[in-house]
Protein backbone atom coordinates (compact mmCIF):
# COMPACT_ATOMS: atom_id res chain seq x y z
CA UNK A 1 0.00 0.00 0.00
CA UNK A 2 0.76 3.46 0.01
CA UNK A 3 -0.56 5.05 2.59
CA UNK A 4 -2.64 3.33 5.89
CA UNK A 5 -5.99 5.81 6.46
CA UNK A 6 -8.06 5.68 9.92
CA UNK A 7 -11.08 7.18 10.42
CA UNK A 8 -13.72 6.87 12.77
CA UNK A 9 -16.66 6.44 10.75
CA UNK A 10 -16.87 6.25 6.73
CA UNK A 11 -20.25 6.75 4.57
CA UNK A 12 -22.02 5.57 3.54
CA UNK A 13 -22.38 6.07 7.36
CA UNK A 14 -25.66 7.44 8.44
CA UNK A 15 -25.22 9.99 11.25
CA UNK A 16 -21.71 11.17 11.29
CA UNK A 17 -21.79 14.08 9.19
CA UNK A 18 -18.81 16.49 8.15
CA UNK A 19 -15.79 14.19 9.23
CA UNK A 20 -16.48 11.16 7.61
CA UNK A 21 -17.71 12.61 4.27
CA UNK A 22 -14.41 14.31 4.26
CA UNK A 23 -12.26 11.24 4.68
CA UNK A 24 -14.68 9.44 1.92
CA UNK A 25 -13.78 12.67 -0.33
CA UNK A 26 -9.85 12.81 0.19
CA UNK A 27 -9.80 8.87 -0.03
CA UNK A 28 -11.54 9.10 -3.33
CA UNK A 29 -9.56 12.03 -4.66
CA UNK A 30 -6.56 9.92 -3.95
CA UNK A 31 -7.70 6.92 -5.41
CA UNK A 32 -8.05 8.79 -8.79
CA UNK A 33 -4.81 9.27 -8.60
CA UNK A 34 -3.76 5.86 -8.42
CA UNK A 35 -2.51 5.81 -4.90
CA UNK A 36 -2.91 2.57 -3.17
CA UNK A 37 -4.50 2.89 0.10
CA UNK A 38 -5.75 0.53 2.93
CA UNK A 39 -8.95 2.44 5.11
CA UNK A 40 -9.87 1.22 8.58
CA UNK A 41 -12.74 2.77 10.63
CA UNK A 42 -15.78 1.61 12.36
CA UNK A 43 -18.66 -0.31 10.83
CA UNK A 44 -21.01 2.31 12.94
CA UNK A 45 -24.12 3.68 11.03
CA UNK A 46 -27.45 5.02 12.40
CA UNK A 47 -29.77 2.37 10.39
CA UNK A 48 -27.89 -0.52 11.02
CA UNK A 49 -23.84 -2.08 10.84
CA UNK A 50 -21.86 -1.60 7.30
CA UNK A 51 -19.76 -4.56 5.88
CA UNK A 52 -16.46 -3.76 3.74
CA UNK A 53 -18.37 -3.98 0.42
CA UNK A 54 -20.74 -1.21 1.39
CA UNK A 55 -17.99 1.47 1.13
CA UNK A 56 -17.07 2.24 -2.39
CA UNK A 57 -14.07 4.31 -2.54
CA UNK A 58 -12.57 3.43 -5.68
CA UNK A 59 -10.57 0.17 -6.71
CA UNK A 60 -7.41 1.40 -5.20
CA UNK A 61 -9.03 1.22 -2.08
CA UNK A 62 -9.34 -1.84 0.52
CA UNK A 63 -11.69 -1.35 3.06
CA UNK A 64 -11.27 -3.27 6.77
CA UNK A 65 -13.78 -2.50 8.96
CA UNK A 66 -14.06 -3.47 12.85
CA UNK A 67 -17.19 -4.13 14.78
CA UNK A 68 -18.27 -0.74 16.67
CA UNK A 69 -20.41 -1.16 19.89
CA UNK A 70 -20.68 0.74 23.70
CA UNK A 71 -19.31 3.89 22.74
CA UNK A 72 -20.86 4.65 19.23
CA UNK A 73 -20.14 8.24 18.75
CA UNK A 74 -16.57 7.51 19.20
CA UNK A 75 -16.09 4.16 17.59
CA UNK A 76 -15.26 1.83 20.44
CA UNK A 77 -15.00 -1.07 19.40
CA UNK A 78 -11.39 -3.85 20.36
CA UNK A 79 -11.05 -5.13 17.03
CA UNK A 80 -9.79 -2.05 16.08
CA UNK A 81 -6.87 -3.03 18.09
CA UNK A 82 -5.20 -5.89 15.86
CA UNK A 83 -6.53 -3.81 12.32
CA UNK A 84 -5.11 -0.47 13.23
CA UNK A 85 -2.30 -1.94 14.22
CA UNK A 86 -1.43 -4.30 11.70
CA UNK A 87 -1.96 -0.73 9.13
CA UNK A 88 0.44 1.29 11.08
CA UNK A 89 3.31 -1.83 10.86
CA UNK A 90 2.61 -2.32 7.38
CA UNK A 91 2.09 1.30 5.66
CA UNK A 92 4.57 3.42 4.91
CA UNK A 93 2.68 6.70 6.02
CA UNK A 94 -0.53 7.14 7.94
CA UNK A 95 -3.10 9.43 7.41
CA UNK A 96 -5.75 10.12 10.46
CA UNK A 97 -8.98 11.78 10.41
CA UNK A 98 -10.22 13.52 13.53
CA UNK A 99 -8.49 13.16 17.19
CA UNK A 100 -9.67 11.70 20.98
CA UNK A 101 -11.45 9.06 19.16
CA UNK A 102 -11.00 5.64 19.63
CA UNK A 103 -9.24 4.57 16.28
CA UNK A 104 -7.60 7.85 16.11
CA UNK A 105 -6.12 7.91 19.56
CA UNK A 106 -5.08 4.24 18.45
CA UNK A 107 -3.03 4.92 15.50
CA UNK A 108 -1.30 7.97 16.81
CA UNK A 109 -0.10 5.73 19.43
CA UNK A 110 0.67 3.33 17.10
CA UNK A 111 2.58 5.03 14.80
CA UNK A 112 4.71 7.09 17.65
CA UNK A 113 6.08 4.14 18.74
CA UNK A 114 6.52 2.12 15.64
CA UNK A 115 7.99 5.27 14.68
CA UNK A 116 5.61 5.58 11.32
CA UNK A 117 5.49 8.56 10.28
CA UNK A 118 1.97 10.15 10.17
CA UNK A 119 -0.60 13.09 9.43
CA UNK A 120 -3.32 13.98 11.84
CA UNK A 121 -6.79 16.41 10.35
CA UNK A 122 -7.97 17.33 13.06
CA UNK A 123 -11.30 18.22 12.30
CA UNK A 124 -12.11 20.84 14.46
CA UNK A 125 -11.03 19.29 17.60
CA UNK A 126 -8.44 22.24 18.43
CA UNK A 127 -10.57 25.39 17.58
CA UNK A 128 -9.73 27.74 20.05
CA UNK A 129 -13.18 27.43 21.60
CA UNK A 130 -13.62 23.97 21.50
CA UNK A 131 -10.31 23.80 23.66
CA UNK A 132 -11.56 26.59 25.90
CA UNK A 133 -14.57 25.02 26.64
CA UNK A 134 -12.56 21.24 27.43
CA UNK A 135 -10.53 22.58 29.77
CA UNK A 136 -13.66 24.59 31.73
CA UNK A 137 -15.76 22.37 31.96
CA UNK A 138 -14.39 19.03 30.89
CA UNK A 139 -11.12 17.93 33.08
CA UNK A 140 -11.48 14.10 32.36
CA UNK A 141 -11.40 15.45 28.76
CA UNK A 142 -8.83 17.82 29.08
CA UNK A 143 -6.34 15.05 31.05
CA UNK A 144 -7.18 12.66 28.08
CA UNK A 145 -6.01 15.29 25.49
CA UNK A 146 -2.50 16.28 27.62
CA UNK A 147 -1.84 12.40 28.32
CA UNK A 148 -2.35 11.56 24.76
CA UNK A 149 -4.07 13.48 21.95
CA UNK A 150 -1.54 16.67 22.23
CA UNK A 151 1.82 14.44 22.79
CA UNK A 152 1.20 11.84 19.85
CA UNK A 153 0.13 15.61 17.54
CA UNK A 154 3.20 16.77 18.58
CA UNK A 155 5.22 13.70 17.00
CA UNK A 156 3.12 14.12 13.73
CA UNK A 157 4.63 15.09 10.55
CA UNK A 158 2.19 17.85 9.78
CA UNK A 159 -1.19 18.92 11.47
CA UNK A 160 -3.86 19.26 8.59
CA UNK A 161 -6.14 22.35 9.01
CA UNK A 162 -8.88 24.16 6.60
CA UNK A 163 -8.85 27.10 8.04
CA UNK A 164 -6.95 29.98 9.67
CA UNK A 165 -8.97 29.74 13.07
CA UNK A 166 -8.32 26.18 13.37
CA UNK A 167 -4.69 26.58 12.73
CA UNK A 168 -4.59 29.24 15.66
CA UNK A 169 -5.90 27.09 18.07
CA UNK A 170 -3.46 24.41 17.19
CA UNK A 171 -1.02 26.50 17.66
CA UNK A 172 -2.25 27.78 20.50
CA UNK A 173 -1.87 24.14 22.32
CA UNK A 174 1.01 22.35 20.12
CA UNK A 175 3.07 25.82 19.90
CA UNK A 176 3.95 28.21 17.39
CA UNK A 177 6.66 25.89 15.36
CA UNK A 178 3.96 23.40 14.80
CA UNK A 179 4.63 21.85 11.19
CA UNK A 180 0.75 22.96 9.63
CA UNK A 181 -0.54 22.04 5.75
CA UNK A 182 -3.41 25.10 5.43
CA UNK A 183 -5.55 23.19 2.48
CA UNK A 184 -9.76 23.68 2.33
CA UNK A 185 -11.69 20.30 1.96
CA UNK A 186 -12.13 19.64 -1.09
CA UNK A 187 -15.94 18.61 -3.04
CA UNK A 188 -16.45 16.61 -5.82
CA UNK A 189 -19.16 18.93 -7.84
CA UNK A 190 -19.89 15.97 -10.15
CA UNK A 191 -22.08 14.79 -7.09
CA UNK A 192 -23.90 17.62 -7.62
CA UNK A 193 -26.68 19.53 -10.31
CA UNK A 194 -26.83 22.63 -10.71
CA UNK A 195 -30.62 23.40 -10.03
CA UNK A 196 -32.90 26.10 -11.29
CA UNK A 197 -34.40 29.57 -9.33
CA UNK A 198 -37.21 28.44 -6.59
CA UNK A 199 -40.77 28.67 -8.32
CA UNK A 200 -42.64 30.61 -5.65
CA UNK A 201 -42.76 33.86 -3.76
CA UNK A 202 -40.14 34.83 -0.80
CA UNK A 203 -36.53 34.55 0.18
CA UNK A 204 -36.26 31.05 0.67
CA UNK A 205 -33.58 29.97 3.03
CA UNK A 206 -32.33 26.34 4.15
CA UNK A 207 -30.11 25.10 6.97
CA UNK A 208 -28.50 21.64 6.76
CA UNK A 209 -26.71 20.40 10.23
CA UNK A 210 -27.25 19.51 13.60
CA UNK A 211 -29.50 21.01 15.81
CA UNK A 212 -27.33 21.98 18.45
CA UNK A 213 -25.25 25.63 19.93
CA UNK A 214 -22.20 24.79 17.70
CA UNK A 215 -24.32 25.67 14.80
CA UNK A 216 -26.11 28.15 16.21
CA UNK A 217 -29.61 27.94 14.57
CA UNK A 218 -31.43 28.74 17.24
CA UNK A 219 -29.68 32.66 17.97
CA UNK A 220 -30.45 32.73 13.94
CA UNK A 221 -33.71 31.44 14.07
CA UNK A 222 -34.00 34.63 16.82
CA UNK A 223 -32.93 37.22 14.39
CA UNK A 224 -34.24 35.97 10.95
CA UNK A 225 -37.76 36.39 12.83
CA UNK A 226 -37.18 40.01 13.41
CA UNK A 227 -36.44 40.64 9.56
CA UNK A 228 -38.32 38.06 7.86
CA UNK A 229 -41.17 39.37 5.50
CA UNK A 230 -44.69 37.39 5.48
CA UNK A 231 -44.07 35.08 2.50
CA UNK A 232 -40.56 34.18 3.32
CA UNK A 233 -39.73 30.38 4.38
CA UNK A 234 -36.67 28.55 5.85
CA UNK A 235 -36.18 24.88 5.49
CA UNK A 236 -33.77 22.80 8.43
CA UNK A 237 -32.76 19.39 7.62
CA UNK A 238 -30.88 17.64 10.69
CA UNK A 239 -30.67 15.89 13.72
CA UNK A 240 -31.03 16.52 17.36
CA UNK A 241 -27.83 16.19 19.55
CA UNK A 242 -29.18 18.20 22.47
CA UNK A 243 -32.29 17.64 24.63
CA UNK A 244 -32.60 20.97 25.85
CA UNK A 245 -31.29 22.86 23.02
CA UNK A 246 -33.95 21.22 20.65
CA UNK A 247 -36.80 22.36 23.13
CA UNK A 248 -35.51 25.71 22.65
CA UNK A 249 -35.56 25.01 19.14
CA UNK A 250 -39.06 23.44 18.32
CA UNK A 251 -40.21 26.94 20.58
CA UNK A 252 -38.93 28.99 17.90
CA UNK A 253 -40.56 26.71 15.10
CA UNK A 254 -43.92 27.47 16.60
CA UNK A 255 -43.31 30.83 16.66
CA UNK A 256 -42.68 31.25 13.29
CA UNK A 257 -46.60 30.08 13.02
CA UNK A 258 -45.75 27.94 9.55
CA UNK A 259 -43.06 29.62 7.97
CA UNK A 260 -40.47 26.99 9.43
CA UNK A 261 -40.43 23.62 8.17
CA UNK A 262 -38.52 21.38 10.06
CA UNK A 263 -37.61 17.76 8.10
CA UNK A 264 -35.51 15.65 10.83
CA UNK A 265 -32.77 13.86 9.71
CA UNK A 266 -32.37 13.45 5.33
CA UNK A 267 -30.33 11.27 3.45
CA UNK A 268 -28.40 12.94 1.15
CA UNK A 269 -30.39 12.79 -1.76
CA UNK A 270 -33.12 14.62 -0.55
CA UNK A 271 -30.69 17.09 1.02
CA UNK A 272 -29.78 17.91 -2.60
CA UNK A 273 -33.56 18.30 -3.01
CA UNK A 274 -33.74 20.40 -0.03
CA UNK A 275 -31.00 22.80 -1.77
CA UNK A 276 -32.99 23.39 -4.59
CA UNK A 277 -35.71 24.59 -2.90
CA UNK A 278 -33.81 27.28 -1.58
CA UNK A 279 -32.62 30.51 -2.55
CA UNK A 280 -29.46 30.83 0.01
CA UNK A 281 -28.01 28.03 2.37
CA UNK A 282 -27.56 29.61 5.93
CA UNK A 283 -24.27 28.82 8.42
CA UNK A 284 -24.91 30.77 11.09
CA UNK A 285 -22.18 28.55 13.34
CA UNK A 286 -20.19 30.57 16.43
CA UNK A 287 -23.30 32.81 16.77
CA UNK A 288 -24.40 31.78 19.82
CA UNK A 289 -20.54 32.23 21.54
CA UNK A 290 -21.68 31.67 24.48
CA UNK A 291 -21.62 27.72 23.46
CA UNK A 292 -17.85 27.72 23.34
CA UNK A 293 -17.83 25.92 19.75
CA UNK A 294 -18.13 26.44 16.46
CA UNK A 295 -17.35 24.55 12.56
CA UNK A 296 -13.80 24.46 11.39
CA UNK A 297 -15.02 24.77 8.49
CA UNK A 298 -18.37 23.64 7.27
CA UNK A 299 -18.92 21.57 4.32
CA UNK A 300 -22.47 22.23 3.21
CA UNK A 301 -20.64 25.36 2.16
CA UNK A 302 -19.16 23.67 -0.45
CA UNK A 303 -21.96 21.70 -1.09
CA UNK A 304 -24.74 24.06 -1.41
CA UNK A 305 -22.27 26.44 -3.49
CA UNK A 306 -21.73 23.20 -6.10
CA UNK A 307 -25.55 22.84 -6.42
CA UNK A 308 -25.56 26.52 -7.29
CA UNK A 309 -26.90 27.89 -4.00
CA UNK A 310 -25.35 30.98 -2.55
CA UNK A 311 -24.40 31.12 1.00
CA UNK A 312 -24.81 32.95 4.45
CA UNK A 313 -21.79 32.33 6.52
CA UNK A 314 -20.78 33.74 10.02
CA UNK A 315 -17.24 34.99 10.13
CA UNK A 316 -14.40 33.57 11.59
CA UNK A 317 -14.62 29.97 9.55
CA UNK A 318 -13.18 29.07 6.33
CA UNK A 319 -15.34 31.42 4.24
CA UNK A 320 -14.15 34.77 5.41
CA UNK A 321 -13.17 36.06 1.52
CA UNK A 322 -16.48 34.87 -0.20
CA UNK A 323 -18.54 37.78 -0.73
CA UNK A 324 -15.15 39.38 -2.49
CA UNK A 325 -15.45 36.55 -5.03
CA UNK A 326 -19.70 37.00 -5.12
CA UNK A 327 -21.10 33.98 -3.71
CA UNK A 328 -22.87 35.15 -0.63
CA UNK A 329 -22.45 37.28 2.52
CA UNK A 330 -20.19 37.16 5.67
CA UNK A 331 -21.66 38.20 8.71
CA UNK A 332 -19.93 39.30 12.21
CA UNK A 333 -21.29 36.63 14.73
CA UNK A 334 -24.29 39.59 16.16
CA UNK A 335 -27.86 39.45 15.78
CA UNK A 336 -27.30 42.90 14.10
CA UNK A 337 -24.90 41.91 11.21
CA UNK A 338 -26.59 38.60 10.43
CA UNK A 339 -29.74 41.31 9.72
CA UNK A 340 -28.22 43.24 7.70
CA UNK A 341 -26.92 40.71 5.61
CA UNK A 342 -30.65 39.00 5.68
CA UNK A 343 -31.63 42.12 4.24
CA UNK A 344 -29.45 42.27 1.65
CA UNK A 345 -30.19 38.86 0.58
CA UNK A 346 -33.99 39.91 0.41
CA UNK A 347 -33.14 42.14 -2.19
CA UNK A 348 -31.46 40.05 -4.53
CA UNK A 349 -33.22 39.63 -7.64
CA UNK A 350 -33.57 36.66 -10.04
CA UNK A 351 -30.90 38.00 -12.93
CA UNK A 352 -28.51 38.60 -10.04
CA UNK A 353 -28.90 35.35 -7.75
CA UNK A 354 -28.45 33.57 -10.75
CA UNK A 355 -24.68 35.53 -11.35
CA UNK A 356 -23.93 34.52 -7.72
CA UNK A 357 -25.18 30.70 -8.28
CA UNK A 358 -22.82 30.51 -11.51
CA UNK A 359 -20.13 31.98 -9.54
CA UNK A 360 -20.52 29.69 -6.72
CA UNK A 361 -20.49 26.47 -8.79
CA UNK A 362 -17.59 27.79 -10.95
CA UNK A 363 -15.35 28.37 -7.23
CA UNK A 364 -16.37 24.90 -6.21
CA UNK A 365 -14.72 23.38 -9.33
CA UNK A 366 -11.80 25.42 -9.64
CA UNK A 367 -10.60 26.18 -6.16
CA UNK A 368 -12.17 23.03 -4.37
CA UNK A 369 -11.28 20.45 -6.61
CA UNK A 370 -10.36 17.07 -4.14
CA UNK A 371 -8.45 15.62 -6.96
CA UNK A 372 -5.92 19.04 -6.85
CA UNK A 373 -6.13 20.00 -3.06
CA UNK A 374 -5.45 16.00 -2.22
CA UNK A 375 -2.09 15.89 -4.19
CA UNK A 376 -1.15 19.02 -2.40
CA UNK A 377 -1.91 17.13 0.58
CA UNK A 378 -0.33 13.87 -0.62
CA UNK A 379 3.15 15.75 -0.99
CA UNK A 380 3.73 16.81 2.39
CA UNK A 381 2.36 13.06 3.46
CA UNK A 382 4.97 11.33 1.46
CA UNK A 383 7.83 13.89 1.55
CA UNK A 384 7.80 14.69 5.15
CA UNK A 385 8.57 18.17 4.73
CA UNK A 386 7.40 21.06 6.67
CA UNK A 387 5.13 22.95 5.30
CA UNK A 388 4.85 26.63 7.33
CA UNK A 389 5.76 29.10 4.89
CA UNK A 390 4.89 33.03 4.64
CA UNK A 391 1.62 32.51 2.65
CA UNK A 392 -0.80 29.90 3.51
CA UNK A 393 -1.98 26.98 1.45
CA UNK A 394 -5.33 27.89 2.00
CA UNK A 395 -4.41 31.73 0.96
CA UNK A 396 -2.80 30.19 -2.48
CA UNK A 397 -5.89 28.96 -3.18
CA UNK A 398 -7.79 31.85 -2.80
CA UNK A 399 -5.69 33.45 -5.44
Known sequence: ??????????????????????????????????????????????????SAKDVRLGQQVEVRLYQCYGFRRWGF????????????????????????????????????????????????????????????????????????????????????????????????????????????????????????????????????????QEKGINAFIRAWLTVRNPKDSLLIAGRSVDGAYFEEFQTLVGQAQGAIRYLGYLPRDEIVTV???????????????????????????AEAMAAGRP?????????????????GWVFERSAASLCDVLRKAQAVNQRKWEQMSRQGRQYVETQLNPVTLGERIWQVLTQTVAVNRPQSAMETTHD
Open 1 to 50: MDVGIVATHIPPAKGYGGVSVTAAVLTKAWAERGYQQVLIAADESLDGRL
Open 275 to 301: LADSHFLVLPSGLEAAGGMRENFGNVV
Open 77 to 212: GLGAIPKIFSVCRQAPVVYIHGIATWPSTLAAVFCTLLRRPFMVAVHGGLMPEHVGLIRRQKPHKWLFYQWLTLPTLRKAIAVHCTSPTEAEGVRQVLGADTRIVLVPNGIDSRDFKVADYPTGTGLKLCFLGHIQ
Open 311 to 327: VLVAKGLAWDHLETVGV
